[in-house]
């Protein structure tokens, strides 16, 4: 079963009702049979689990999925109710990066532009303490390998940053490796060089990314090792 990704942010005390407290992703099927997580089964649909103990449901067009491990929630906009992140793919124009509310739809990232190519979320945090949420993916990490990251403000995108050499899942896995931490100095994205044979820190420090290698093998074991800042 895939697993659930963890993103850094904090959510916020906020009412109960239009609160969304949890969601998940239905409506299995194989109309996008791409398999990039091991299997030919994607999404249709999302299920957001309310705070007044109602749920409320976003069923894509026929002609697009959700091709993600799990939705992550966080407060992107700072008003202390969490929205979700997913990752979105057209049969026709392969992935984008979504953001979903309770009324559904808020943004997203341009599709890719292929057919079954894709993009893994690495999380969202506030990366260079300028008091805007950004949320960071891996442009096709088995072609591309390209990080991108964009800042979400007055809920929009705009991208602001990216670097090439670097990825964080591999073809049939079914879990996104890596993410971001927080060490004390910051946060910081946790990623694995081209060949896996190292951890990647990279860094956004006035609008550029700055990388370095660790001296340490890019393994499951290692990564929560690195993630939780040991």
């Given at each position: 079963m895939r697993g659930a990704?963890?993103?850094?942010?904090?959510?916020l005390a906020a009412p109960a009702g239009a609160e969304i407290v949890s969601a998940r992703y239905g409506d299995p099927t194989t109309r996008?049979?791409?398999g990039v997580l091991g299997d030919d089964v994607e999404y249709g649909a999302l299920v957001l689990h309310m705070g007044d103990g109602t749920r409320r449901r976003v069923v894509l067009p026929q002609t697009r999925v959700f091709e993600d491990t799990a939705p992550r929630l966080a407060?992107?906009?700072?008003?202390?109710?969490a929205e979700v992140i997913a990752v979105e793919s057209d049969l026709a124009q392969g992935a984008r990066l979504s953001i979903?509310?309770?009324?559904g739809l808020i943004a997203?990232?341009?599709?890719?532009?292929t057919p079954y190519r894709w993009l893994a979320p690495v999380g969202a945090a506030d990366l260079d303490g300028d008091g805007w949420v950004e949320i960071a993916y891996v442009d096709r990490p088995h072609l591309a390998r390209v990080l991108r990251i964009w800042r979400f403000k007055d809920g929009?995108?705009?991208?602001i940053a990216q670097a090439d050499g670097v990825t964080n899942h591999r073809i049939g896995d079914e879990v996104i490796s890596g993410g971001v931490r927080d060490c004390g100095t910051g946060p910081e994205m946790v990623l694995a060089d081209p060949d896996w044979s190292r951890i990647v820190i990279a860094r956004l420090r006035a609008g550029?990314?700055?990388?370095?290698?660790l001296a340490r093998p890019a393994t499951r074991d290692e990564f929560r090792a690195v993630l939780a800042c040991r």
């Open positions: 990704a963890v993103f850094l942010a904090a959510l996008y049979a791409h407060d992107l906009d700072g008003d202390g109710r979903y509310g309770p009324d997203a990232t341009p599709f890719i532009g929009q995108f705009a991208e550029r990314v700055e990388a370095r290698s």
